[in-house]
């Protein structure tokens, strides 16, 4: 295989990472979205105080947990955007340092 062709192989992945992680970010921020509608309207439709704090606090307890999982879902993206981006540094720097040898 050719450096060039290897090259290529490594932006094309790469790109098909920041694809795949701007896809979830969209994902993401569309049901953080329906899950904000979805509260509004439960709150909205509450017949006493007492249900609208029992809705409020189920709501904040699923979001942070979504927040929690959103977060380590977008750093594992991340960081396979970060070692694809890398991997060809490493090698071409490896390379040198063995030709320098």
């Known amino acids: 295989m050719s450096p060039t062709s ?3 192989q490594n932006i094309s992945a790469t790109v098909e990472s920041i694809r795949d992680f701007n896809v979830k970010m969209i994902d993401m ?3 953080n979205a329906e899950a904000v509608f979805d509260f509004a309207r439960q709150l909205a439709t509450a017949k006493q105080p007492s249900d609208m ?3 409020w ?3 904040a307890k699923k979001q942070f947990e ?3 999982e959103q977060t ?3 750093s594992a993206l ?3 955007i970060a070692s694809e981006s890398g991997e060809p540094i490493t090698r071409g720097v ?3 340092f063995k030709k320098a040898s």
Do not use: S
Request: hydrophobic fraction near 35%.
């Open 72 to 74: 380590k879902e977008l």
């Open 6 to 8: 290897n090259h290529d």
């Open 29 to 31: 921020a569309q049901a």
């Open 53 to 55: 704090v029992e809705l």
């Open 66 to 68: 979504t927040l929690t």
């Open 78 to 80: 991340g960081q396979k």
């Open 57 to 59: 606090t189920a709501h």
């Open 94 to 96: 490896n390379q040198a």
